[in-house]
């Protein structure tokens, strides 16, 4: 099969676009949109399905019987191919599933596509099961025109396998392969298998049943040859007012007995009439009843089932039957039976020119969607009007004839008073509209966004021009202040049939005099009708140059609606009409306001989630760090991006550490919200506080863990208040590593953390092999650390899983394109930064993504001086005397009397309670370090000597002559160190 769109990201883009909110209509196929739109309806999301299961799932031993042996042919047919053979009931669940290709059905058992679990529409999303019963036809979807991810590398071909006398859907048989092993004939296939199925159906139909679709098959409505059929109410071949009541009485009977699909009665004058029963769907779901007559030599009778409503409701959509002419409904909780003959009685627009209808009012109870005893019926209204036709339903509904054909002729026939047709269609329209509005609002918790929406509902269909005017603090999501006529208000959206509408556009700032309908809508609270604005004298007042242009612009008709969500005003939305000559009456108003009040909680919801993020994102950035530390071991560029769909727990962190040394931190907290930022807050702050005690990279990971464990379990908390579901941490992720810029070593482990990257200065990209321990809170186990060397000019890159993985995207695919942008020689740590996110950043993260990037640097020998000194008291006055020499020669002769002191206290202390060998270091970086390291882990503590004492005043004497000073532990002993500022 040649490469599909979708596999070179064109249908990626428009799947990114529809979940964004935007318009694609014209870039995806429309049953896929359709469906698309339906998942989304079902609050599905792509990313997270809870596929149902059941146990001891079957189908009707008739069924199979008919089913196996074409699903066995079908199997043997694609013994080599690799496509999988699934059968599922008519609930959509998943009953048998063939193929021999061990390594689909390794894949299909990974998104638990097997029998027993459930793959309707509402719950899988779009899929060649769920999509063929929810259309009630046959359906290829292929690789991204799946609405969840999973569901992504197949493609799935599906059809309905109906009864063939009722038109019931029995099961549906689907084929699925890879995406890349798609071809176009697996629908063909498909349909064959169910056209096979079917005809195995009506083979074991009874000698009666087969008898009776005999006739019904042969009563064509044609009359005998030569033989002109009579009007209706005459002899002959017409239909007369006994036969109306004898198929009026047989219809009833049929509709109520939900068991029984064909029967017989018998006319004067030895004719015999065939009727059928059969379902229909309505749009909005509701399951409705069709009985049709056939009277060989004769014409055509339909038996529709009707509303429930008396009013003007929207019609059902009725079923194409097998031949050309009008559908029945009404608005009259009954039944309608409409005989079409060969002579016209009544024109009927729409309705082919040789056929015509008669309308004969009739009775039958509502039927229900499942068996149920049949209730008493009512009586019978009076007669109808002449019908009144409508737009043509959809073609390809569910209950297609016996004989498996689709009318594509047959167009509405609304039944009642005199302009109920044009009630019933503008009813229908307003709900559509309603319905469209409730699918298209609020799909993104965007407050500009949400009012773009409304605009774009409400025009063409019911405005010619929309405008939405809100408050400045509604839009930042602050807490509204009352809203009244003097408010100033922003122009949020603006929908408008043609350009030029001399109305002010996006981004302009309104305030309206206390005269226009929209500042007395604001005041009052209620909706303001203007039908004619060129006698609206408070509307011209507000700028009456503008008005003028407006109106010769053929503007005429204005109804301003507040948006009121929970008791409180959120702005103002403006409906104009131009391009219609009628003007907006009370209907429109209340049409109107139903649109507004469904805005209004979409547009509040965003302005609440609006408020929520910006308090996470302000608290999150407050504990994520500002600048960047003083120190020289690395230079480093940053990036932190939030998700897309909220405030994260990515953080990172450079920590200057003792000894010229630096620390750099890199995490994830999982989960989005306030909770995720301030468990990251407190993580950050927990790296801090151990790395000031100096601690090895893997112990500080102990420590952290243990403190992921203990927050988890919420220790020191109430244990009764489980009210908030996000309490807990689930779960953190952590990379540590320290590099010191005298041995130029790098020392790092982590915890559950994506593996760090190491830029050589000749452009050498790897990853490096580092051993992943388990993520934090998670205890138990131990932390592992490597140590590299690092040549001076090297990156060290550390970043979270939002920039190499989404699911779109494996993470495998994810390192090779970082190892690949990386590749690159001599480039700065903000040039990487850039080109890294360049070629990871996805166009919608779903994560937050923390990029780090340090280059190293060295300390070289004219910044380092050392000493090897015997464990002799002796050594002091050459250590000093060592001391002052090399502050000399680095120009620091004002630092060299207190560093004196300080060298010569703590290589006293080292030999006089140490063991090992002791070393002496001076540093000369942003600040003079001192260290003196010894083979001891004892550590020295400050305290106050008594009056009486004649020791214990020499490290109280260091820590005021320094600026800092502390201990670090190593694999030999310890280090004891000192800091003073440089002249």
């Known amino acids: 099969m040649p490469v599909a769109w979708d596999d070179i990201g064109g249908l990626v883009d428009a799947y990114e676009r529809f979940l964004a909110g935007s318009r694609v209509d014209s870039d995806v196929r429309d049953s896929i949109l359709d469906s698309w739109k339906r998942c989304r309806s079902a609050g599905l999301e792509p990313n997270r399905l809870l596929i149902p299961y059941a146990e001891d799932l079957g189908l009707e031993d008739r069924f199979l019987t008919a089913a196996n042996p074409v699903l066995d042919r079908l199997t043997s047919v694609l013994s080599d191919a690799k496509v999988s053979v699934v059968l599922a009931d008519a609930k959509a669940r998943v009953i048998q599933r063939g193929g021999t290709d061990s390594a689909l059905n390794a894949r299909l058992d990974a998104v638990q596509f097997a029998p027993g679990f459930g793959f309707a529409e509402q719950i899988a999303g779009t899929n060649g099961i769920g999509t063929a019963l929810a259309e009630r036809r046959p359906c290829l979807v292929l690789g991204r025109e799946h ?8 493609a799935c071909a599906g059809a309905p396998v109906r009864d063939p006398f009722s038109g019931r859907i029995e099961g549906i048989l689907d084929l699925t392969c890879l995406r890349g092993d798609a071809d176009p004939a697996m629908l063909h296939l498909v349909r064959e298998a169910v056209e096979d199925i079917e005809q195995r159906l009506l083979e074991q139909a009874t000698e009666r049943e087969r008898a009776l ?19 209706p109410g005459s002899r002959g071949n017409g239909i007369d007012h006994i036969d109306r009541a004898l198929l009026r009485e047989k219809a009833e009977e049929l509709i109520a007995s939900p068991h029984r699909t064909l029967d017989q009665v018998t006319l004067p004058r030895g004719r015999v009439a065939t009727l059928l029963r059969r379902q229909v769907m309505s749009a909005t779901g509701e399951a409705g009843v069709v009985v049709e007559a056939r009277i060989l030599g004769g014409p055509r009778l339909r038996h529709l089932e009707l509303d429930r409503t008396a009013q003007a409701t929207p019609a059902p959509r009725v079923v194409p039957d097998t031949r050309p002419g009008p559908a029945v409904t009404a608005t009259a909780a009954a039944v309608a039976l409409v005989a079409l003959v060969d002579e016209p009685v009544a024109a009927v627009e729409g309705a082919p020119a040789e056929t015509s209808a008669v309308v004969l009012p009739m009775h039958a109870p509502m039927p229900a969607p499942t068996p149920m005893p049949a209730p008493t019926p009512m009586p019978a209204p009076a007669p109808m009007a002449a019908p009144k036709s409508v737009p043509a339903p959809v073609p390809g509904e569910d209950g297609a004839g016996p004989d498996g054909e689709r009318g594509g002729a047959d167009g509405w026939l609304l039944v009642g008073e005199t302009g109920v047709g044009q009630l019933a269609v503008l009813a229908r329209r307003r709900l559509e509209l309603l319905h469209d509005a409730g699918l298209r609002i609020g799909t993104s918790l965007d407050v500009t966004r949400t009012a773009e929406e409304l605009t774009e509902v409400s025009v063409p269909r019911f405005a010619d021009f929309a405008v939405v005017d809100l408050p400045d603090p509604v839009l930042r999501g602050d807490e509204p202040e009352p809203v009244g006529g003097d408010t100033a208000l922003r122009r949020v959206a603006l929908g408008a049939v ?67 969500a929970r ?27 139903e649109l507004a009040g469904r805005a209004a909680i979409c547009v509040d ?13 302000a608290l999150q950035r407050s504990l994520l760090p500002r600048g960047r530390p003083e120190q020289n071991a690395v230079d480093v560029a940053y990036r932190y991006l939030p998700a897309h769909a909220g405030v994260g727990g990515d953080w990172f962190d450079v920590i200057p550490l003792s000894g010229a040394r630096v620390a750099l931190v890199v995490g994830d907290v999982v989960g989005h919200g306030l909770h995720a930022a301030a468990t990251m807050g407190r993580l950050r702050t927990a790296v801090h506080n151990f790395c000031s005690l100096d601690l090895p990279p893997d112990d500080l990971l102990t420590h952290l863990d243990d403190l992921v464990g203990r927050l988890d379990r919420g220790e020191g908390w109430a244990e009764d208040d489980d009210t908030d579901l996000d309490a807990g941490v689930v779960g953190a992720t952590c990379l540590y590593a320290v590099y010191d810029p005298v041995s130029q070593r790098c020392t790092l482990t982590r915890a559950g953390h994506p593996q760090p990257a190491i830029v050589r200065p000749d452009g050498t990209a790897e990853f490096v092999d580092l051993p992943s321990g388990p993520p934090l809170g998670v205890g138990g186990m131990p932390f592992e650390t490597v140590e590299l060397e690092l040549p001076e000019g090297s990156q060290l890159v550390l970043y979270t899983d939002g920039l190499i993985e989404d699911r779109f995207h494996d993470i495998d695919d994810g390192f090779e394109r970082l190892r690949g942008v990386l590749a690159t020689p001599g480039r700065p740590p903000e040039e990487t930064c850039e080109a890294v996110l360049d070629a990871m950043l996805p166009a919608r993260p779903s994560d937050d993504i923390a990029l780090l990037v340090a280059r190293t640097r060295a300390l070289g020998p004219e910044q380092v001086a050392q000493w090897e000194l015997p464990s002799d008291p002796a050594v002091v006055t050459r250590a000093r005397a060592a001391v002052t020499r090399q502050l000399s020669a680095w120009d620091l002769d004002e630092l060299a009397f207190t560093t004196e002191l300080v060298a010569s206290e703590l290589v006293t202390n080292a030999i006089r309670h140490a063991t090992g060998p002791v070393q002496l270091r001076l540093l000369r970086d942003r600040a003079l370090i001192c260290e003196v390291s010894d083979g001891s882990s004892t550590s020295p503590r400050l305290r106050r000597a008594k009056t009486e004492d004649e020791g214990g005043r020499g490290l109280f004497l260091v820590a005021q002559l320094t600026e800092r000073w502390g201990t670090r532990y190593t694999s030999t002993g310890k280090i004891i160190w000192t800091e003073q500022e440089l002249p």
């Open 498 to 564: 043609r350009v030029g509408t001399h109305l002010d556009g996006a981004g302009a700032s309104v305030r309206y005099i206390p005269s226009t309908p929209q500042a007395r809508c604001l005041e009052k609270g209620r909706p303001v009708l203007e039908p004619v604005l060129a006698d609206a004298g408070g509307w011209i007042a507000q700028d009456p140059a503008g008005a003028e242009r407006a109106l010769a612009a053929g503007i005429h008709s204005l109804i301003a609606v507040p948006l009121r």
């Open 567 to 593: 008791g409180v005003t959120l702005g103002v939305v403006s409906f104009y009409r131009s391009e219609k000559p009628v003007p907006f009456e009370d209907d429109d108003l209340s049409l109107a306001q």
């Open 605 to 617: 919801n965003a302005r609440l989630f609006t408020r929520e993020h910006n308090t996470a994102l």
């Open 213 to 231: 679709l005999t006739a019904y098959r042969r009563a064509h409505g044609a009359s005998p040859a030569g033989e002109r059929p009579s009007r």
């Open 147 to 154: 609405f969840a991810d999973c569901m992504q590398p197949f």
